[in-house]
């Protein structure tokens, strides 16, 4: 199954501001109770965009004027916390399709890729500036290069990183390397059988 | 040049180069729980894919278990719905499941290392970030999502980039009072909670070298706190040590072969490392969180931050978000603050060594009565010695509550919750708005003992004190 060439994301953006923004925040654990990803975006942020009674909280993905923005600006190791696939999937069925965050959390980062789903970084007043100009006009479209590494918004452009392999995966449709790995089974079995501690 | 035991471990699992740049490493050691593996399953069965090596995957279930009710159905219907998921997938592929009737179900981080699963110069991943504490043994252990999860059903590899290496050392003499939660905790304060970003941490110096397999654990454990996805200790003949006799260690012939083996997978003394930290261990002293990240942690002496000792605009914000939440003025000792909850357990610090510890000392002690104490072994087989050796007696008689196995109260997907704004003095890893099950929770991180001196007094206390133990001049 060839999977999707991804060059550019395009789409209205969102700023959810914060450094150190946990997976915890993304999706609380009691919602991981689940056997599936499906529903997941529902619940995405949900602590900080409800108050304990349920009641909608002020908040950016709260407002209207973002609804259906399919690009979320954040700040300092986003994604920071567990190994949950969660997370991203929770961001990924509430229709977004990028991040861009001045950095990420490791394990967080990888996820999001092996979905599809780039996350790019860009500096401190980059961001100010991109969120600035996304809170001005909510409607404006913003485009992520991810071949030439730039994000370009309302006539302006801002240079963005995005490690080569990331990319790579991205442009040439590998970023779910499950294909490629089971090509590589019979390596596998071969170097499997030397390793005194995997023998059955 | 000598080779770190990364690039050792590294090289010996490397199947071939990825088309996008990236290595095809075999995963040697699969674990797999409740929460993060029902989808991998449900990936495989969609496309049609066999479990490739079911006899190297285990599985274990300690998310959603409750720890105060053992019969099923559990109360729950999820929780219940979730451990029959993975029992029927364990069933179905013939992967070894160490459910709650074999005695030996506990959190997956505890259960590895004493069913002698983890080993030296292997590779293990878990679908959960705490997987680092396996490096404890000199494995290259990580946290994997659950795409990653059906990647290493399917093929027992994975995609991955290879990492820097930064060796830490801890060198000198420790303290009385001063335990491996304290010595992490300084560690990802002075790093930082994103400093390790794109490195797996070597941990060494005379510290590692005198610490027990399970104070090694507690600092391995916490390696993701402080952003390094792997952390590790060299093996040496305290690992050895510990994995002689354990279920799935050799035996015979095989055990000497292996021991020798493991030892050469040390880093060499001549490797060069990316990056190399010296910390001295009389600098630490019994540390503590006061806001909502890891690195936001200062010793016990000291007063919690206000928003103007940030250095930057946005380490001013972050200040005044952790404060806003803690319900914290900022300026004021963190010692003295009430506390509604003391938690004992976890993978960080739920092995038998912390629950010997903390009972050695409480001993003759009772929990203040608006303290809710609970005492949470980290397996069943932790729970039994404890139990064999009086230690369960020794917490009931001071007033904590002795539970079941389980991850409890570190991420409550289970009963054990805080209500509303408690506070709650913990020894589990992560202090994260909500992370302990209620929106407004509040977390204070801290070593077993001073969890213990916590439910004691009512507030955040220094154990030194609390237990009268002598601190030598000079800290």
């Known amino acids: ?200 | 040049m000598g080779k770190s035991l990364f690039q050792k471990v590294w090289d010996a699992h490397s199947v071939r180069e990825l088309p996008n740049g990236q290595t095809q490493l075999l995963i040697g050691t699969h674990l797999i729980h409740e929460v993060t593996s029902p989808q991998a399953f449900g990936m495989l069965r969609e496309r049609g894919i066999p479990v490739r090596f079911p006899h190297r995957t285990f599985a274990t279930v300690d998310h959603i278990v409750p720890t105060n009710e053992v019969a099923e159905p559990y109360s729950d219907p999820l929780a219940q719905a979730m451990i029959e998921e993975l029992r029927k997938n364990c069933a179905d592929h013939g992967i070894t499941f160490f459910d709650t009737n074999t005695g030996h179900q506990g959190i997956v981080h505890i259960v590895g290392p004493e069913q002698g699963i983890t080993q030296p110069g292997t590779t293990i991943a878990c679908g959960d970030s705490h997987t680092s504490t396996h490096g404890a043994f000199g494995a290259i252990a990580f946290g994997i999502g659950t795409s990653q999860v059906r990647d290493v059903l399917a093929t027992q590899t994975i995609a991955l980039n290879p990492l820097k290496v930064r060796r830490i050392n801890v060198d000198g003499e420790l303290a009385p009072g001063v335990y491996a939660k304290d010595v992490i905790l300084h560690i990802i304060r002075l790093l930082g909670t994103k400093g390790g970003t794109g490195f797996a941490y070597e941990y060494g110096g005379s510290v590692f070298d005198g610490f027990s397999m399970e104070e090694r654990m507690t600092v391995c454990n916490m390696s993701i706190e402080g952003g390094a996805r792997v952390g590790y200790v060299n093996p040496d003949e305290t690992t050895v040590e510990y994995l002689e006799g354990r279920p799935y260690a050799p035996k015979g012939a095989a055990w000497d072969h292996a021991a020798e083996r493991w030892l050469s997978f040390a880093s060499d003394p001549d490797c060069d490392y990316d990056d190399v930290v010296n910390i001295r261990a009389e600098d630490i002293a019994p540390t503590v969180t006061w806001g909502i990240t890891p690195g936001q942690a200062v010793f016990i002496h000291e007063n919690i931050p206000s928003p103007d000792d940030g250095e930057t605009e946005s380490a001013r914000e972050s200040i005044s978000e952790a404060l806003e939440h803690m319900s914290f003025a900022g300026g004021e000792p963190i010692k003295g603050i009430p506390v509604d909850v003391a938690f004992l357990g976890s993978c960080t610090n739920g092995r038998l060594s912390d629950l010997k510890e903390v009972a050695r000392f409480l001993e003759g002690h009772k929990v203040n009565p608006r303290v809710k104490a609970i005492c949470v072994p980290g397996s069943q087989a932790v729970g039994k010695i404890a139990e064999e050796l009086g230690l369960d007696r020794i917490f009931k008689e001071a007033g904590f509550e002795w539970r079941a196995a389980g991850c409890s109260m570190c991420l409550a997907m289970n009963p054990d919750k805080l209500i509303g704004n408690q506070l709650c003095a913990s020894s589990s890893n992560r202090n994260f708005k909500g992370r302990q099950g209620s929106p407004t929770g509040r977390t204070i991180l801290m070593s077993p003992l001073m969890v213990a001196a916590a439910a004691v007094t009512g507030e955040i206390a220094d154990a030194r004190e609390v237990f009268g133990i002598l601190e030598p001049a000079g800290v």
Request: a negative charge; hydrophobic letters at 40%; aromatic letters at 8%.
């Open chain 1, 1 to 200: 199954m060839a999977l999707e060439n991804i060059h550019l994301v395009r789409g209205r953006a969102v700023h959810v501001p914060g450094d150190d923004i946990d997976t915890d925040r993304i999706i609380p654990a009691r919602f991981m109770k689940c056997v599936t990803f499906d529903g997941l975006g529902e619940y995405l942020f949900y602590d900080t965009r409800h108050t304990p009674d349920g009641e909608k909280k002020d908040h950016p993905l709260n407002d209207p004027r973002f609804d259906g923005a399919s690009i979320l600006i954040s700040g300092n190791n986003f994604g920071c916390g567990s190994s949950r696939e969660h997370a991203p999937q929770a961001i990924y069925r509430a229709g977004f399709r990028a991040v861009i965050a001045e950095s990420f959390a490791e394990i967080f980062f990888g996820n999001s890729i092996q979905l599809g789903m780039p996350c790019v970084t860009a500096d401190a007043a980059d961001l100010r500036e991109l969120a600035a100009a996304v809170r001005a006009d909510p409607s404006m479209t913003v485009e992520i290069d991810v071949k030439d590494r730039v994000v370009r918004f309302g006539g302006e452009e801002i240079p963005c990183g995005l490690r080569d392999g990331a990319r790579q995966s991205l442009l040439e449709g590998h970023w779910d390397p499950i294909q490629d790995l089971l090509e590589g089974v019979p390596e596998v079995e071969a170097l499997a059988s030397g390793l005194e501690y995997m023998r059955a």
